[in-house]
Every structure is written in C-alpha cells, then in structure tokens.
C-alpha cells in the first residue's frame, strides 16, 4: 500500500512538473516514451532518466529505485535498466549508483574531524564535466525530438537528498536545513573533467580571456557553457560527445569541508598595565605594544572550543597606556568555525582560570551569549557613560578658592569638542558637544590631583584636561586658570548591564 501510494506520489508531481515545464501544453505534443527510449539508448539511468523528464527531486521525499523504475514503466511499460556493465551512466557519471560509498566516505572524515554534531547540512558542487554532459544531453533530445520541453535539470537537488538519507540511515545524524553544521562536498570525475577540451579547438583554440591560443584552455561552469553554445552539433558528433558515452570510472568525492556556525561569548575585562593594547597594535610592522588584550583573551577561548579563529569585539577603547578598572569594560568574542558548540559554566570560569592575572588583563564573567545580543555592545560604546580617573598636574597650587569654584561644576558641564589633533588624520575636524555629568577633584600634593570624571559616550577625556591648544572649551586648564596636563588616566566604570543574562 506504501509502495502504491509512493508511485502515485510520483506520477503525480511528474505530470505537474511537465504541465509547468511545457508551459501548460500537455495536448501530447511530444511523447515521453520516445525521449526514454533515447535516454536508455544514450545510457542513462533511471534517476538521471526521471530527471530527463521531470524533477522529483524538487517536489517528492518517497523516491527509491522501485518508485522511480515505476515511474518510468507507466510511460514505457517496456523499460528497463540500460546495461552498462563496468561502465557508468553517460549523464551523472555514476554518481546515482555511488551514493552510498559517498555517505561513508563523508561519515568516515566525520569521526576523524573532531566534530559532534548530531544535526547536518550538506552543500554539494557537482564536477563540472558532469554539468557540461547534462547540458549536451538537452540539446541532443531537444534534435532528436523538437518538442522536447525540457530547458535544465537539476540534478543538485536530487543529489543532496538521495545524500541526506543515505547518512541519515548509517548514522544517527539528522538532516536539517537549520544545523550549525555544515558539510560541504566538493564531487570529482577526472574522466569527464576534461571532456569540453576535445571540443574547445573548434571555437579556434583561443583562450576566451586571453590572447594566446597554444594552453588548453581551463574554465569555470559559466564560461564553458557560455562557449558550449556556440558549438555545433556536428562538432559535438566529430569528437564523440554527441550523445556523450558512458564513463569508465565513476564520480568521487574530492573532497569535504566542515564548518559549524560561530559562538558568542560575552565578558568584561580589566587590565592593570600600561603597556598592552587592546587589540595589535603595531607601525610598519613594528609592535608598539608588549602584547593586547585581544591576544590574551580570543586564544584561550579558541583553544577551549578546538576553534578557527576569533573576532574581539570591545564596546568602546582606552588607550595604551589607560588602565581599565573597576568592573571592567565589556566585549564579545565571535568564535568561527567552533568543534564545541557548548561551553559549560565551569568551561568558562576555567578559561577565565588559566588567563588568569598573570600579564595584567583579566577576563570575568565569561557568558555563552545569543548572536542577538552582540547588538548591544555597539549601542553600548555610542551611548553609555564612563567613568574615569586622571592624575593631573597643575601649573599652580590649586587653592581653596580654586577648588571651590570647581565644586560649582561637580554636577558636570557641557564642553565643546573639536576633534583631538592626535586623531585628525582619521576623524572629521567638527566640533561636537559633550556632556561631562560628574567633575570631582581631589587634591594630591600642591600641584597634583585626582580629577574624577563621568562623561558622555565618545568624550575625549586627556583633551578635556589640558584644553588641546584651545580646541576643548572649556577645559580642565580653563577652570582652574592655568596649564595643566595629564599623567595617567584609567578607566574607573563602562555603564553598560552586560554580559546579558541567558
Ligand atoms: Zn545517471
């Protein structure tokens, strides 16, 4: 009852397809029986075959070799299998009766990968001699038989499901369009792969995109094809490909390539020195900086994730040579191409454990974050307050009046930015308002202070100090009436709520 209802499936979607294919003509204006019989005659197996004249593997999920031998006698109740012997179908190159060995040949690179998944996704890119034989298969049935409809088949399609279950049934692996995993799978046939070289010197030999005509020309699917078409069919005949024959050796697996989708981990840093970066940091080719936070912390995660690589992403920057105190400033690592999706807490306080404090950056709080909160790190830098503090030096004593006039501005000011000179060469020279929210000064010695400040997002704090040759008005130096400059400057607060909690 299943296999009658598999076969129904079939013929079904068949004639639907054809209805679409043949512009709703299906008055009989050419016979199916006819075209399978030219198949069979150049070769072709039954998959390849159905595809000829349809596309199942579009539309239908229960086909095997039963339905589609099914399929294909209630057009020629005669049909059967052609005999290849030894050899493989003229059209997929044998792909169709190599399917399963393709399945354990990628289920064997699988368990050597490092990789567990239990969900897939597999991408295929068919050998392009097959393409260049399917092409030259339409139009020898399009000669054969005019009203042949048929303009493309996709065989890819097909494949990737015929592929999907085949691994699916000798694993307990799962097939979803939505797995982080993907396999992608690159088919060969050295056989076939240069069958359009036997056909290249009847355009003239020419290299299309050069101006040499002695090299055998190697292009991609696009160009062949494109000069495919300008090929005749006594041309294609002269060289034997007119229909191609069946091949000796069958389609092979090239190669597979796995990749599974990016984790994000949020955290904050801190870094108690003054001579690492955040991230390299380095003039013709020169490191300026002893190492960077990026450095400490993206590696660490990579190697607990058995991962490709790392992108930092920091909400805001502290130069050099400002350290990052307090709670620290919050980042997110992309970590691309990951073996291990899941990081436990406990994975992520050891990553935290063995960065440690030892070079004088820290990570905390370690998070496995959502890709949709990644946003936040960037709303973050544009709009949070920070806090800071500066040691600053004063050309005079600061005295109690001094001081008492800067108590006026304890609830902040608004200071008018022109961009810094030091980053001119990469910022447009405007002038941007700030709001400075919190000013604080505490005396250290006569001409010393620790000027505590809260600011808006973006705010150019060693420029606020010493005024930047008048470009930060007012400054620090304005306020008090005299030079001043800055000596250290770290980074006290980020006010951002991160990581997110899950
Ligand atoms: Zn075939």
Redesign the pocket.
Known sequence: MVAINGILLVVVILNDSLVEKNGGDTSGSWDRCEVLRLLHKAQ??????VLFLADPGNSSKDYDNQTIMTALQSWDPDYTSPSLGTA??????????NIDQIAENILQQVSTSGYQPSTFFVRVQLPLGMIVRQSILLRWLKDQCPNYPVTTIDIKSLLRKLVNRAISSASNLTSDPESPFTMDLVLGHGESESDYQKWMPTTGGRNPRGRGNARPFKGGKDVVLNLLSSVTSDQLTEVGLYPPPPVNSPCSVESVTFSQRSIFVGGRYTKHRRDISQTPFSVGGVSLSATSVSEIIGPALVKSCHAERFNFVPSGREDMDVQMLGNGRPFYIEIVNPKVLHLSEMDLKEVENQIGTKQGVQAHRLTLIDPEATRMIKEGEEHKTKSYVCLVWCQNTLSPQTLGKLADYKEGLVVQQRCPIRVLHRRANLVRPKQIHRLEVQPVQDHWALVHLTTEAGTYVKEFIHGDCGRSQPSFADLIGCSADILELDVEKVDLEWPPTQ
Not at 44 to 49: E, Q
Not at 88 to 97: D, I, N, P, T, W
């Open positions: 072709v197996c039954p998959w390849c075959s493989h179908c003229a059209s997929c190159v044998g792909v169709f009766g």
